[in-house]
């Protein structure tokens, strides 16, 4: 018979990621930390949300910016507010409007029937001239 050699052994130290079971405190910590997690996940989306809504905003607001100043440099005029005069003639039953900044008439046109029955103060001047004289 032969002889039985001894088994030729060697260790060594080394990490291996095994399973390990959680005792019900870690599963309690575990679970807090869970719901924190969905918590700040919740309120991120939220800010997301807002930030969008105003970048949006923004983005509109800039695009209506453009679209006002492309209409200006394409018509090479805007529309604004002016002084002017408006003169109303019942003889000859038209209307004059003169800007006040250029002194200059930009529109003559027949009076509409509502002006056309405007009260016309002629005999409040005459009584204005009885009165100081």
């Not at 030729?8 to 080394?14: E, L």
């Not at 309120?43 to 105003?54: F, H, M, P, Y």
């Not at 453009?66 to 005029?77: A, E, F, G, T, W």
């Amino acid at each position: 018979m032969a002889k039985k050699e001894k088994d030729k052994i060697a260790t060594k130290q080394q990490s291996e990621y095994l399973k390990c079971m959680l005792t019900t405190e870690e599963v309690a910590m575990a679970a807090n930390d869970l719901a924190k997690l969905l918590d700040d996940e919740k309120a991120l989306e939220t800010q997301l949300i807002s930030i969008k809504a105003d970048f949006k905003a923004k983005l509109e607001k800039c695009q209506a910016d453009i679209n006002v100043k492309q209409r200006l440099v394409r018509d090479k005029y805007e529309y604004c507010p002016v002084e002017c005069d408006v003169e109303y003639n019942y003889t000859t039953l038209t209307v004059k409007l003169t800007r006040k900044d250029l002194n200059i008439m930009v529109e003559e046109r027949k009076m509409t029937l509502g002006e056309k029955q405007m009260t016309m103060d002629f005999d409040k001047d005459s009584k204005e001239k009885e009165n100081a004289a």
